[in-house]
């Protein structure tokens, strides 16, 4: 089975620039640049997420395989590349015989070179393989770079979806927790977790009230940032008092 990456090398194709031009678009869309400009923050804390979305996109892609015909049209060219001009010619109708059984994009003018070629009356020499070959390549490069955009408009489809979610918990909460760039950072990070879609929604119900009341939203700013700067140790024994007389019989306080 042939991967996608060993085909990317073979052909030179980078797919680096193919995963940044996808990315840009998806950002470009007017609704995220609109919810960016109202958040610049989650704007900024998504920048530094981008590297991550970068290369899982890029090992996924080199992680596929590539079908099954485009891999057996691939190895017949590789093997037409390493013929002399003698055994080229020689099975250059078995060439073109498995184009068309594959339904090749390059079968048709393959054909067309092969009848303008006269070969018949033409002594073959080398011009003729190499312009085939060149134009073969052609196909291929063409062949592998629509298999890229199909992978990467699958790819776009689930970022995008991931994308919704987690600006959807974010753009609620916000304006309650994200003040600073480290805060928005910190939210982003926490919208990547594995919640349920209840929590999600319930979130940011809990978003919507606390923007309704100013003191609420005030304390829990201010909740926030005690928590971060109270070291952990702290915080433990802070919760372990909290449990001991937290209305239990009295011999269990003793204890």
């Avoid at 498995?98 to 002594?123: G, M």
């Amino acid at each position: 089975m042939l991967n996608l990456e060993t085909l990317n090398l073979l052909l030179a194709i980078t797919e680096g620039e193919l995963i940044e031009d996808m990315i840009v678009a998806m950002l470009a869309a007017p609704h995220l640049s609109a919810f960016f400009r109202k958040f610049p923050a989650l704007r900024r804390a998504l920048d530094r997420d981008l590297p991550r979305w970068k290369l899982q996109l890029k090992q996924r892609i080199q992680e596929a395989m590539v079908p099954p015909a485009l891999a057996q049209e691939f190895y017949r060219y590789q093997q037409c590349q390493l013929e002399s001009n003698a055994q080229f010619y020689q099975n250059l109708n078995d060439t073109l015989e498995l184009l068309r059984q594959l339904v090749s994009p390059f079968y048709e003018q393959a054909r067309k070179l092969v009848d303008a070629a006269d070969l018949p009356n033409h002594p073959p020499d080398d011009s003729f393989q190499t312009l085939f070959l060149q134009r073969w390549r052609i196909s291929l490069t063409l062949q592998a770079t629509m298999l890229h955009h199909q992978l990467l408009e699958q790819e776009r489809e689930q970022l995008m979806a991931e994308l919704q979610e987690r600006l959807t918990l974010s753009g609620a909460l916000e304006p309650v927790l994200a003040e600073n760039d480290t805060a928005a950072g910190r939210l982003w990070d926490m919208s990547k977790g594995q919640l349920q879609r209840g929590d999600y929604q319930r979130l940011v119900e809990y978003g919507n009230f606390l923007q309704t009341q100013p003191e609420l939203k005030k304390l829990a700013s201010s909740w926030d940032a005690a928590t971060r700067r109270k070291p952990f140790s702290s915080r433990m024994r802070s919760r372990s008092r909290t449990t001991l007389w937290c209305g239990c019989p009295p011999r269990c306080r003793k204890r």
